[in-house]
């Protein structure tokens, strides 16, 4: 696969022109165990990191924990996962450290590299086929198929309910470590190949980018606010170690009215956005296929056979799409019961206003498409489609 080729040998990047070479440390070799490149499962695990794994599992379970790491980290799959190390020296413990400190996650779990996927397949695998109701273990992520945008339609035409749609994709870049075993030094790197990409992208497109080191609190603050920036300081992240050197590295990038985005190393090494007020999910979707495809041009996104685009979540892998309405329900929202078994019928999942982990403000809930994995591009964006106007259905009583 595509990273092994980088285990024995400094990390060499052209730039844009092709004509220099940069040399890149590769912090990632740190560990390297050539056992563990062959996942022979010896261990290369010290025995501090053993421990810290042993004292952390005894007490998450524990813990009163629902997530789906907690129900599918059997002790049984512990024992047999937790010598094993990744091609770029990653434990166990860097995967579910997150879901061990914060015992409330829904999932708990964290790909610290791309190989873990693969190294700790026996945990992600079923918590993948949860998620993602119903992509088994044997299946294969569709090619990419982004549909015929002209057919998406409004999901709120009268504008009655939906007060903005957002369509967004993660991506990962070919040949930079995930969050956690990301340098500082590749951090910059990414930033400015991106900061290069984004400020050749075309007409409607076209916009500035906006580092986060050295933006005031109060622009910084006024951005989030109006849902265009990732908020800081979130706390399963920052236990899954994928906060390391911020603000460093991290940015924003926007066109003049806001309504096509493109957040550098947050989560992911890049969440591509189109957003804008109503329902128009036609409209949102064709500007985000346009930027996915003008950003494809010039960078390499990291894709696996089986699981299709590769993030830091597995909850985002496959298409990596998260389609959203901000939407204003309230006789739903006083029957949550309701509303929940709607959502869990049409494949949806419902977040606060201020996105993953807040709460609903003056009513108005961020309602996306749950599954990303096993289904093509346009048939994510179909499930949510379909999803928001029985919603919306069921909210008018009709
Ligand atoms: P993501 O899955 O993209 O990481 P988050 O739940 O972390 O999403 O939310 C990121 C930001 O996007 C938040 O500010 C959230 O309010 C905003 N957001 C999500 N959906 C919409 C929408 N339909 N309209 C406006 N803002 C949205
Ligand atoms: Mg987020």
Redo the contacts with the bound molecule.
């Keep these: 696969m595509y990273f092994r080729e980088f285990i024995n040998f400094p990390l060499v990047f052209r730039n844009r022109t092709g004509r220099g070479l940069l040399q890149i440390p590769v912090n990632m070799a740190k560990a390297k165990c050539h056992r563990c490149e062959e996942k022979c499962g010896k261990s290369k695990v010290t025995p501090e990191e053993l421990h810290r794994l042993e004292v952390g599992y005894k007490s998450f379970l524990r813990s009163d924990s629902k997530s789906l790491l907690r129900k599918y980290l059997t002790k049984d799959v512990f024992d047999k996962l937790k010598y094993k190390k990744t091609a770029f020296g990653s434990s166990l413990l860097d995967c579910v450290q997150s879901g061990f400190q914060n015992p409330d996650s829904n999932v708990g779990i964290y790909a610290a590299d791309a190989d873990s996927y693969v190294v700790f397949s026996d945990i992600f695998n079923p918590i993948i086929q949860d998620y993602h109701v119903g992509f088994k273990q044997t299946d294969n992520h569709p090619a990419l198929d982004f549909g015929c945008v002209d057919k998406v339609g409004n999901v709120d035409p009268k504008g009655d309910y939906v007060i903005?749609?957002?369509v967004?994709c993660g991506r990962s870049v070919e040949g930079y470590p995930f969050a956690p075993s990301i340098s500082q030094s590749q951090l910059w790197e990414l930033e400015s190949k991106m900061m290069a990409v984004l400020s050749d992208l075309p007409g409607e497109l076209k916009g500035t980018y906006y580092p986060l080191s050295g933006m005031t609190r109060e622009v910084q603050q006024n951005l989030?606010d109006d849902?265009f920036l990732?908020k800081e300081g979130d706390r399963f992240l920052q236990s899954a170690n994928a906060c390391r050197f911020w603000p460093e590295g991290r940015g924003i990038y926007h066109n003049a009215n806001k309504t096509f985005l493109v957040w550098v190393n947050e989560?992911d090494h890049l969440?591509i956005i189109s957003?804008q007020k109503g329902g128009d999910l036609g409209a949102t979707y064709k500007r985000f296929v346009m930027g996915v495809n003008e950003i494809e041009k010039k960078v390499r996104f990291m894709r696996h056979e089986r699981l299709g685009y590769l993030t830091f979540c597995p909850t985002n892998l496959g298409t990596a799409i998260?389609a959203?309405?901000?939407i204003k329900i309230p006789k739903l929202a006083s029957n949550m019961n309701k509303l929940n078994e709607i959502a869990e019928k049409y494949h949806l999942q419902i977040?606060g206003?201020?996105?993953?982990h807040t709460e609903a403000q003056g009513g108005v809930y961020?309602i996306s498409n749950k599954r990303r994995l096993g289904l093509t591009e346009y048939e994510v964006i179909q499930e949510m489609y379909h999803g928001i106007v029985e919603l919306i259905k069921h909210e008018r009583g009709s």
């Excluded at 206003?353 to 993953?356: A, K, Q, R």
């Design positions: 903005s749609t957002r967004r989030i849902h990732f989560e969440r957003l998260r959203s309405v901000h977040r206003t201020s996105g993953e961020d």
